[in-house]
């Protein structure tokens, strides 16, 4: 169950981009089990119709092929969402992604293949929201980012595009305050979705080997991002906009050159009985 109480979104709409996969989809799950309407949005339109068809069991979805770079299918997917529901009170900027490579070797496309998606992306999907929507009526935003808090060496263009996200969340929170909008971040640490582990596991599964180098000596799951972003848009957080929290249990804060941490399993997952498919 979620730690949330029971249709506490009912009768309302929200939009999750990447929603049919991975992170996404455990938000989408959760949004759903508490009642609330779901946009799920992406580029690969049949893996997204394919989500929307198991998802649809939980609750009401509707799924909308949309490239969160392009202007054009950004503001028609505001639109389609608004026309197939009448309002929106949730967007949840979860879309993107990168590659690794050191910056020598780094082309120009590539950088901003990586800049678009996860800067420009969250850009245009905040402003045409607002302009279609939350300004007359408010609303909640949350902007997925990432473990960037000391470079991210191998990946410098997400660590850039993903720390301007973070600034453009504080900008946010006060220039659409006095319209009642909320923006915050979440910065998940290493979580293990089936899709992640095929992107960044070709050798090994990547998930597995960074397991020692973690306070809590296992990586995370979607869901217990998910309980974080589901709370930043409840009215729980009605005095919280223009920040960003880390859901990484403390890995951010960890070297082991002043501190030690053996083995262990004392932090546990919070685990959904019965754990939905991700
Ligand atoms: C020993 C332990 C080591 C620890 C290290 C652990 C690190 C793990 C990180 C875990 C934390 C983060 C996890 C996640 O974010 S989860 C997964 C999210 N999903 C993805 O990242 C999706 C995969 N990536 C992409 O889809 C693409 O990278 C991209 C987001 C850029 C989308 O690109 P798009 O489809 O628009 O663009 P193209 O594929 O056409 O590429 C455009 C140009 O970008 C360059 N490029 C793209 N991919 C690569 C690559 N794999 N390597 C090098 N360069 C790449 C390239 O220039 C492309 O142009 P060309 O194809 O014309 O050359
Ligand atoms: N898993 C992890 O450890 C971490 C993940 N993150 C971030 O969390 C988010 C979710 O990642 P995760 O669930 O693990 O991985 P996924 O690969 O499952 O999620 C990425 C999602 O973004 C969508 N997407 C990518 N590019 C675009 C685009 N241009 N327009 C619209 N949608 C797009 C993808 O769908 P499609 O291909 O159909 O477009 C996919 O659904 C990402 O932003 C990721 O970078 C951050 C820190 C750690």
Known sequence: MSVLRPNLFRGSVAIVTGGGSGIGRAITYELLTLGCKVVIASRNAERLEK????????GDVTSIPCNIRKEEEVQALISQALE??????????????QFMSPVES???????????TNLTGTFLMCREAY?????????????????MWRGFPMMAHTGAARHAVVN?????AIEWAEDGV????????????????ANYGKEANVFDVVKEYLPTKRTGVPDEVSSVVCFLLSPGASFISGTTIKVDCGS???????????????????????KPKL
Not at 131 to 147: H, L, T
Not at 168 to 172: A, F, K
């Open 84 to 97: 197939k529901y009448g309002k929106l009170d949730f967007l949840v900027n979860n879309g993107g992604g």
């Open 252 to 274: 951010s804060l960890y070297t082991r050159l002043m501190w030690n941490i053996d083995n262990h399993d004392k932090l546990p997952a919070y685990q959904w009985i019965p």
């Open 168 to 172: 453009l969340t504080q900008s946010l």
């Open 106 to 116: 780094m082309s120009l496309k590539g950088w901003n293949a990586v800049v678009e």
């Open 51 to 58: 989500a929307a068809k198991e998802l649809g069991e939980v």
């Open 182 to 197: 909320r923006v915050n971040s979440v910065a998940p640490g290493m979580v293990e979705s089936s899709t992640a582990a």
């Open 131 to 147: 302009n279609q929507w939350f300004k007359a009526n408010g609303g909640s935003i949350v902007n997925i980012v990432a473990d």
